[in-house]
């Protein structure tokens, strides 16, 4: 994807302090805690300098111990997401998740490390421990949780903490002249490989006539390419991340999002179902940061109110 489709938005000064005196966001590539030494192992020969840092977080009581002493939570996150999660020109983490998290963190007393993944290998990232949590733009369902992957034993909990459906993006101009999912048919449409996007196509090629061409790619950025090119006539992404590359890419001028949002659905943090305490730490630290303003100020930094909720509730998704 070029990089004017990466852009990202002006920050409040508020929320800008916020970031640099919060968690701290580690790309895959970055160098890890400076006290962590050359051992790696298990983080345990520094827990508790991790202890004693997070002991005036109002709700570090709530972790789990291990958690406390390594002091991080390990997040799998497929970072090509904008504005959700992508790497900025700096080639920094950005975007709403990572300003979440990082607002997590302070009231945790804990960093929030993202891995980089792709979308369908991060379930599997957490069914096997490399990474706490995911925080990906994931949509909470009730088939995920049930059981996120086949090999996955009990499913997974889901933190809701945003809200969000699927949407139509075109080309500016809207060549085909589409204004909703029947007249996708017949055409190619690019979409997210393992994402409820893909299903959206899935489940619209019952009702066509003349099927729908499906491009699936194994990152959004390529979904978005496609459209670019013209190979695709359509892209199906999430809602906000449609409207963000209507206003952004090529200064609004390349994309335009249509019709109406489709399926709106709570967005979670995935959280393994044996990790409970994990998830009811996650859960009251997104409540307190509701009720505190700070979700309120980042939401508005990324013009991403519509996806605001007031509650933060588990496993919302159906």
């Known amino acids: 994807m070029s990089a004017n489709l990466v852009r990202r938005p002006r920050r409040r000064a508020a929320l800008g302090a916020l970031v640099a005196t919060g968690a701290l966001l580690l790309t895959a590539c970055g160098d890890q805690t400076d006290d962590a030494g050359s051992g790696g192992g298990d983080g345990g020969g520094d827990g508790g300098a991790s202890q004693e840092a997070g002991a005036d977080a109002p709700l570090f009581d709530l972790l789990p111990e291990d958690i406390q002493q390594a002091?991080?939570?390990?997040?799998?996150?497929?970072?090509?997401?904008?504005?959700?999660e992508f790497y900025d020109e700096n080639d920094e983490i950005a975007g709403i998740d990572p300003d979440i998290a990082a607002a997590l963190g302070e009231v945790l007393g804990v960093e929030f490390e993202f891995e980089n993944g792709t979308?369908?290998?991060?379930?599997?990232?957490?069914?096997?421990?490399?990474?706490?949590?995911i925080m990906s733009a994931m949509t909470d369902t009730a088939e995920r949780q049930q059981g996120v992957s086949e090999d996955a034993e009990g499913g997974a909990d889901f933190v809701n903490y945003f809200q969000a459906g699927s949407a139509i993006l075109v080309a500016a101009g809207n060549p085909e002249g589409i204004q909703s999912l029947d007249d996708l048919c017949g055409l190619a449409v690019a979409a997210q490989q393992g994402t409820a996007n893909e299903a959206v196509i899935e489940a619209q090629q019952e009702n066509c006539d003349e099927p729908i061409d499906p491009i699936i790619n194994e990152v959004d950025t390529e979904t978005i390419t496609a459209l670019q090119s013209g190979r695709a006539a359509a892209a199906i992404t999430d809602f906000p991340v449609a409207l963000y590359n209507e206003r952004e890419a090529g200064g609004g001028e390349l994309f335009e999002v249509v019709g109406e949002q489709i399926d709106a659905a709570p967005y979670g943090i995935a959280v393994n179902k044996e990790d409970t305490e994990?998830?009811?730490?996650?859960?009251?630290?997104?409540?307190?940061?509701?009720?505190?303003?700070?979700?309120?100020?980042?939401?508005?930094?990324?013009?991403?109110?519509?996806?605001?909720?007031?509650?933060?509730?588990?496993?919302?998704?159906?």
């Open 278 to 318: 994990l998830r009811d730490a996650l859960q009251a630290a997104v409540q307190q940061i509701i009720d505190d303003g700070t979700y309120a100020e980042i939401l508005a930094a990324w013009d991403a109110e519509a996806g605001a909720i007031e509650e933060a509730t588990v496993n919302a998704g159906q």
């Open 71 to 84: 002091g991080v939570i390990k997040v799998g996150s497929d970072i090509a997401y904008a504005p959700i």
């Open 119 to 133: 979308f369908d290998g991060l379930i599997l990232g957490m069914n096997n421990g490399r990474h706490d949590v």
